[in-house]
């Protein structure tokens, strides 16, 4: 069974710290990961994809990824209350012509102000 | 910016009746899934589409589901006669050949 595993949290944060978010995934042969954003009663949201080993920044998020550990990482910089949601981790395996994801149950942060 | 939407936002149905969601897919994408999640649960696969036809189905899309790309535009997900446990909310996405799947709003599907 190939599960991506993640804290529930909630992981409580000051209003200008930095969030730390973290993911497991038990498949050796995946490729491709990804973070979604989900607001309760929305839809994922997707805010950073990584493809190799190492860090790959898009503003105020990083996100970190060591296939070797098979571990994958979301760093939130200058945390504001509005990034307060569930952070889904997301684990595309690749088998034949599909790109299906494998998400894990989200880590729920919350910024306070 | 293109997005992903969906029809209807809410559908509330009877147990044993047959629902159709749809979907319109971002008009470059060429890869289609549908997902869902019940309520306080992670998000889950239920079928990739390429091609005119299923390139995966997990083991939730029985002979009750079905896809359809009818037209250019519209991509929908057919559950011939739904059960109870089918309440839960369906996100449709569309992907390029690369990997980024972007999801729609959902359809919230109550059976009662």
Known sequence: ????????????????AIASLNCTY??????????YRQYSGKSPELIMSIYSNGDKEDGRFTAQLNKASQYVSLLIRDSQPSDSATY???VN???????KLIFG????????? | EPEV?????????????????RCVPISNHLYFYWYRQILGQKVEFLVSFYNNEISEKSEIFDDQFSVE??????????IRSTKLEDSAMYFCASSEPAYEQYFGPGTRLTVT
């Open chain 1, 88 to 90: 889904l981790c997301a």
């Open chain 2, 69 to 78: 790309r009818p037209d250019g535009s519209n991509f929908t997900l057919k």
């Open chain 1, 105 to 113: 149950t989200g880590t729920l942060l919350a910024v306070q102000p």
């Open chain 2, 5 to 21: 939407t969906q029809t209807p936002s809410h559908q509330v149905t009877q147990m044993g009746q047959e629902v159709i969601l």
């Open chain 1, 26 to 35: 038990s498949d050796r042969v995946s490729q491709s990961f990804f973070w």
């Open chain 1, 1 to 16: 069974q190939k599960e991506v595993e993640q804290n529930s949290g909630p992981l409580s944060v000051p209003e200008g």
């Open chain 1, 93 to 99: 395996i690749h088998g034949g012509a599909t790109n």
